[in-house]
């Protein structure tokens, strides 16, 4: 094996350790790091939680500091060591304390506070650095980070759960509220899961005068994301239930909200670029929409979104609210997962696959979980 090919294998290692971290790291990149001597992964480490150790510190506290293999070894990082004080201290000092002479690099980390200052701090202590030509699993891996830093807006990920017949609403009696789910319940814990790996969740105010939702967590294991309402027109009642969120946020609403409720400016602007403006502003680095179609059609409608999650069910409800139609000229099919019953689809914008990867985007699988 080539010298190249053999630090694409372990770095191939570090991106499944980085992995390890995408319910954790965020707002924080995913980051992976593997330490190898005479061929021999001795160490790894991932960033697994915001204010924790960072994936090159956790492969190294496993090791001991004097540990002689250290002075031979590489170490394979996915993404640049930061080289500022932040949560933590500065990784590039944690690896010239460790004495490794060598560090691969998969890709610089575009964050201003590094953006190179990490590498050229190892070099300057005579470290030998590698930067890898390209790593387009690295940069799919940190859509989100990197959509925040180089697009000046939040990773978008649209959710819709569609009957066999095209609905994603079925028929309602006068006045029936309450969620009618058009998926099996088997199905819930995947799409819970997809919420605790976006930092916000997003709807409209019809689906809280209608539903009624918590929109946390509760079938997965994960993190609650922001909750955002995007109610211009002030529908929902002030008594909601999604206004019990400490971090609850709202386009508009009604009066009386809690105090604790985040009021978004400009509720008579077009929602989505606003919603978005306030997520990258607050430093959010993705959304999910599970709002109601027109929710879902007004971020179809200013291309504000990246990728379309469907959730089809083999039933046909024969009336409701009609799905939103899939822009199939903008996207690309790019898995089809059997879930019990169900199946979930996995589309994505074509531009957004192209600029993430920065390569014809590869074959994608569903977000799963682990």
């Known amino acids: 094996?080539?010298?190249?090919?053999?630090?694409?294998?372990?770095?191939?290692?570090?991106?499944?350790?980085?992995?390890?971290?995408?319910?954790?790291?965020?707002?924080?990149?995913?980051?992976?790091?593997?330490?190898?001597?005479?061929?021999?992964?001795?160490?790894?480490?991932?960033?697994?939680?915001?204010?924790?150790?960072?994936?090159?510190?956790?492969?190294?506290?496993?090791?001991s500091p004097d540990d002689p293999r250290l002075a031979s070894s590489v170490a394979y990082v996915t993404l640049e060591p930061c080289s500022h004080h932040g949560r933590t201290p500065p990784c590039t000092e944690r690896i010239l304390d460790s004495g490794i002479p060598r560090v691969v690099i998969g890709m610089e980390d575009p964050d201003p506070r590094v953006s190179g200052s990490g590498i050229a701090r190892l070099r300057q202590a005579g470290i030998q650095?590698?930067?890898?030509?390209?790593?387009?699993?690295?940069?799919?891996?940190?859509?989100?980070?990197?959509?925040?830093?180089?697009?000046?807006?939040?990773?978008?990920?649209?959710?819709?759960?569609?009957?066999?017949?095209g609905f994603a609403d079925p028929p309602r009696v006068e006045g029936q509220r309450g969620s009618l789910a058009i998926t099996a319940p088997a199905l819930r814990g995947l799409t819970h899961f997809w919420r605790a790996e976006e930092e916000a969740i997003v709807v409209g105010a019809g689906t809280?005068?209608?539903?009624?939702?918590?929109?946390?967590?509760?079938?997965?294991?994960?993190?609650?994301?922001m909750p955002i309402?995007?109610?211009?027109?002030?529908?929902?009642?002030?008594?909601?239930?999604?206004?019990?969120?400490?971090?609850?946020?709202?386009?508009?609403?009604?009066?009386?909200?809690?105090?604790?409720?985040?009021?978004?400016?400009?509720?008579?602007?077009d929602a989505a670029p606003a919603v978005l403006e306030f997520l990258q502003d607050a430093g959010c680095r993705s959304a999910l929409i599970e709002g109601g179609p027109a929710t879902l059609e007004?971020?179809?409608?200013?291309?504000?979104?990246?990728?379309?999650?469907?959730?089809?069910?083999?039933?046909?409800?024969?009336?409701?609210?009609?799905?939103?139609?899939?822009?199939?000229?903008?996207?690309?099919?790019?898995?089809?997962?059997?879930?019990?019953?169900?199946?979930?689809?996995?589309?994505?914008?074509?531009?957004?696959a192209e600029w993430a990867t920065c390569a014809p985007p590869p074959s994608l699988s569903l977000p799963l979980p682990s």
């Open 229 to 269: 309402v995007i109610d211009p027109s002030g529908r929902t009642s002030p008594e909601a239930r999604v206004w019990s969120h400490p971090r609850a946020t709202v386009l508009g609403g009604p009066a009386n909200l809690p105090n604790h409720v985040t009021r978004i400016a400009g509720a008579g602007c």
């Open 1 to 63: 094996m080539t010298p190249d090919k053999l630090d694409a294998s372990w770095m191939k290692l570090a991106l499944r350790e980085a992995e390890r971290g995408r319910l954790g790291a965020s707002p924080n990149p995913r980051v992976g790091c593997v330490v190898v001597h005479g061929g021999e992964a001795i160490a790894t480490g991932w960033h697994a939680a915001v204010g924790g150790d960072h994936a090159e510190v956790a492969a190294l506290n496993t090791l």
């Open 208 to 225: 809280v005068v209608v539903d009624d939702p918590l929109l946390n967590v509760r079938e997965a294991s994960g993190r609650d994301p």
């Open 298 to 352: 007004g971020f179809l409608a200013s291309d504000l979104w990246d990728e379309f999650r469907w959730c089809r069910s083999p039933r046909a409800v024969s009336g409701g609210i009609a799905a939103p139609a899939m822009p199939t000229s903008l996207s690309m099919l790019r898995g089809v997962h059997p879930f019990g019953e169900d199946t979930a689809e996995y589309w994505v914008r074509r531009n957004s």
């Open 129 to 165: 650095v590698d930067v890898m030509a390209s790593l387009p699993e690295g940069r799919w891996l940190n859509r989100r980070f990197l959509s925040s830093l180089e697009r000046n807006r939040p990773w978008v990920v649209l959710k819709c759960a569609v009957s066999a017949d």
